[in-house]
């Protein structure tokens, strides 16, 4: 696989990105494709390393290691580095459905689990899948694969996130016919409405959703099932039912002033951004604007950092991010070794633009907000914060005042609305209502009705929305095909 000894000649060289300063102006993409000889180079550092820990996905110290989707990475390296592109394609869509997702916003925990980063650093996997999707694009190799018979059996699948995407796509070339039905105006779930476009450009998505549609998937958007059409209505039209609504209900913080106005949901913030920016270039003004103001984004994760992302785009006057926890180590802690994913410090894209147009870095770490304070007409102006020490809890004299306008809850998500799940009888609590029997841990306690993605795991990556929509097909298929068994007995 690769060249046995690339790793100790070539020295890993990342995707390279635009100018920050250029880019946190303008929705472009932010990263650049390396050249071919490059990413070539790049695939040679994969070494030949036996049990290739890279390409299982699984959870260690409750973070993932490894990739969900068993992509064969060493297999498609090796292709890659002998300049067979398009064999690197085959063998990377025998497991990926959706490459050009993940190879662009997935935070590869497979380069967590690469050998060669137990003794120097990892193979740049997440480049060299982007790399070989987007080549398979330009030349034309993705091509519609409609199954060759219909079963005559049909499939309701609720929501188009990359869960409902997968799903859809692995029952409609086993030959049922699949219908999408999604609540948003445009399809692709948190593909669309959540991840800034600068980071997953929309013509990467609705490209994928076309081939989908040209394989025979239908979709029916701008319908929300339980309200404009009731869920046990599309049970007994459909052979079968699949959830993947998402998991989209916010935590909250109970601090006083929340009811401010000008403090907001990451999720409002960033759908009604992007939703403009479609429509219309943002010229419609339908947006929570963040131009002229200082902002506060409260959370670590990803979702703050698209916030920090579209604040800068907007031109924001200034912004600090909260993170509750301590900046993280520059390299792994001893209790954190290879492969769990390493939890170290780093500056997301986002942040390093926040930098250079503030001159440093966006974060207060160990901080969290004790209060909102408005101004007279009852919007937020400011935000009172407080450091926390190693067990959380508040550190005397260490309270502290930040100007703010606009304020950006991005604390994560509960779990998925309720709506759909009591209206099918299942315990609001998917993850306990769901039925795990090990094969078909899918299957829900109703008959027929499957759940998958975010909705049933809780919000997660992109890449493991995918695996849950592949598996959760196959049971739904499995399902179908024994009961049409019976039915002929
Ligand atoms: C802001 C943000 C940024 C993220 N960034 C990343 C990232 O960079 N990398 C990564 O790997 N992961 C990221 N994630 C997580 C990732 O996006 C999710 O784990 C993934 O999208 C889950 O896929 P899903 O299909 O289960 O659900 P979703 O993508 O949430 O899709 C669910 C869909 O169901 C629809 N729906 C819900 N209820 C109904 C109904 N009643 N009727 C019809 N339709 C309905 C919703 O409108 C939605 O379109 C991010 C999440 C957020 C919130
Ligand atoms: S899908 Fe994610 S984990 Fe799997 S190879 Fe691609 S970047 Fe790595």
Same mark, same amino acid.
């Given at each position: 696989?690769?060249?046995?000894?690339?790793?100790?000649?070539?020295?890993?060289?990342?995707?390279?990105?635009?100018?920050?300063?250029?880019?946190?102006?303008? #929705?472009?993409?932010?990263?650049?494709?390396?050249?071919?000889?490059?990413?070539?180079?790049?695939?040679?550092?994969?070494?030949?390393?036996?049990?290739?820990?890279?390409?299982?996905?699984?959870?260690?110290?409750?973070?993932?290691?490894?990739?969900?989707?068993?992509?064969?990475?060493?297999? #498609?390296?090796?292709?890659? /580095?002998?300049?067979? #592109?398009?064999?690197? /394609?085959?063998?990377?869509?025998?497991?990926?459905?959706?490459?050009?997702?993940?190879?662009?916003?997935?935070?590869?925990?497979?380069?967590?689990?690469?050998?060669?980063?137990?003794?120097?650093?990892?193979?740049?996997?997440?480049?060299?899948?982007?790399?070989?999707?987007?080549?398979?694009?330009?030349?034309?190799?993705?091509?519609?694969?409609?199954?060759?018979?219909?079963?005559?059996?049909?499939?309701?699948?609720?929501?188009?996130?990359?869960?409902?995407?997968?799903?859809?796509?692995?029952?409609?070339?086993?030959?049922?016919?699949?219908?999408?039905?999604?609540?948003?105006?445009?399809?692709?779930?948190?593909?669309?409405?959540?991840?800034?476009?600068?980071?997953?450009?929309?013509?990467?998505?609705?490209?994928?959703?076309?081939?989908?549609?040209?394989?025979?998937?239908?979709?029916? @958007?701008?319908?929300?099932?339980?309200?404009?059409?009731?869920?046990?209505?599309?049970?007994?039209?459909?052979?079968?039912?699949?959830?993947?609504?998402?998991?989209?209900?916010?935590?909250?913080?109970?601090?006083?002033?929340?009811?401010?106005?000008?403090?907001?949901?990451?999720?409002? /913030?960033?759908?009604?951004?992007?939703?403009?920016?479609?429509?219309?270039?943002?010229?419609?003004?339908?947006?929570?604007?963040?131009?002229?103001?200082?902002?506060?984004?409260?959370?670590?994760?990803?979702?703050?950092?698209?916030?920090?992302?579209?604040?800068?785009?907007?031109?924001?006057?200034?912004?600090?991010?909260?993170?509750?926890?301590?900046?993280?180590?520059?390299?792994?802690?001893?209790?954190?070794?290879?492969?769990? /994913?390493?939890?170290?410090?780093?500056?997301?894209?986002?942040?390093?633009?926040?930098?250079?147009?503030? $001159?440093?870095?966006?974060?207060?770490?160990?901080?969290?907000?004790?209060?909102?304070?408005?101004?007279?007409?009852?919007?937020?102006?400011?935000?009172?914060?407080?450091?926390?020490?190693? $067990?959380?809890?508040?550190?005397?004299?260490?309270?502290?005042?930040?100007?703010?306008?606009?304020?950006?809850?991005?604390?994560?998500?509960?779990?998925?609305?309720?709506?759909?799940?009591?209206?099918?009888?299942?315990?609001?609590?998917?993850?306990?209502?769901?039925?795990?029997?090990?094969?078909?841990?899918?299957?829900?306690?109703?008959?027929?009705?499957?759940?998958?993605?975010?909705?049933?795991?809780? $919000?997660?990556?992109?890449?493991?929305?995918?695996?849950? @929509?592949?598996?959760?097909?196959?049971?739904?298929?499995?399902?179908?095909?024994?009961?049409?068994?019976?039915?002929?007995?």
């Amino acid at each position: 696989m690769g060249k046995p000894t690339g790793f100790l000649e070539v020295k890993r060289q990342g995707m390279p990105y635009r100018d920050a300063a250029t880019r946190s102006h303008d #929705w472009d993409e932010i990263a650049l494709l390396s050249t071919k000889h490059a990413l070539q180079s790049q695939a040679s550092r994969c070494m030949d390393c036996a049990v290739p820990f890279c390409q299982n996905g699984s959870v260690l110290a409750g973070m993932t290691t490894g990739c969900p989707v068993y992509n064969l990475i060493p297999e #498609w390296n090796d292709l890659v /580095y002998r300049g067979q #592109w398009r064999e690197a /394609y085959q063998r990377l869509s025998l497991t990926n459905p959706f490459p050009e997702f993940t190879g662009r916003v997935c935070p590869a925990p497979c380069e967590a689990g690469c050998v060669a980063g137990l003794v120097d650093t990892p193979v740049t996997i997440k480049d060299i899948e982007r790399a070989i999707i987007d080549r398979a694009f330009e030349e034309g190799w993705v091509t519609p694969v409609p199954p060759t018979a219909r079963s005559g059996r049909r499939v309701a699948v609720i929501g188009s996130g990359p869960a409902g995407l997968a799903a859809a796509s692995v029952l409609n070339r086993h030959g049922h016919t699949v219908t999408v039905f999604e609540r948003a105006d445009r399809l692709g779930g948190l593909l669309t409405y959540g991840i800034p476009k600068s980071k997953l450009p929309q013509p990467v998505v609705d490209r994928r959703l076309q081939v989908l549609r040209d394989e025979g998937v239908q979709f029916q @958007g701008g319908v929300d099932v339980g309200r404009d059409v009731s869920i046990t209505d599309l049970g007994q039209q459909y052979d079968a039912v699949l959830l993947c609504c998402g998991a989209t209900v916010p935590r909250d913080v109970s601090v006083p002033g929340r009811d401010l106005g000008g403090v907001h949901f990451a999720m409002e /913030y960033l759908t009604g951004n992007t939703k403009s920016l479609l429509d219309s270039g943002l010229r419609n003004g339908q947006y929570i604007s963040a131009a002229g103001r200082d902002v506060v984004v409260i959370g670590g994760g990803d979702t703050a950092v698209d916030c920090i992302t579209t604040a800068l785009r907007q031109d924001c006057r200034s912004l600090v991010q909260f993170d509750i926890y301590p900046q993280r180590p520059d390299q792994r802690a001893p209790d954190n070794p290879w492969p769990q /994913y390493p939890v170290i410090h780093k500056l997301e894209p986002g942040q390093r633009e926040a930098q250079v147009r503030f $001159q440093r870095d966006p974060r207060a770490f160990s901080t969290s907000a004790v209060a909102f304070l408005g101004d007279a007409s009852n919007r937020v102006s400011q935000v009172h914060s407080v450091m926390l020490d190693a $067990q959380r809890q508040a550190l005397p004299g260490t309270e502290r005042l930040w100007d703010a306008q606009l304020v950006l809850l991005a604390i994560g998500f509960q779990g998925p609305e309720p709506v759909l799940f009591q209206g099918l009888g299942i315990d609001h609590d998917v993850r306990a209502g769901a039925q795990d029997t090990g094969v078909d841990r899918y299957r829900t306690a109703v008959d027929g009705v499957f759940v998958a993605g975010d909705a049933r795991r809780g $919000q997660s990556l992109i890449v493991w929305a995918i695996q849950e @929509g592949k598996e959760a097909a196959q049971a739904c298929h499995r399902y179908l095909t024994q009961r049409h068994k019976s039915a002929n007995a």
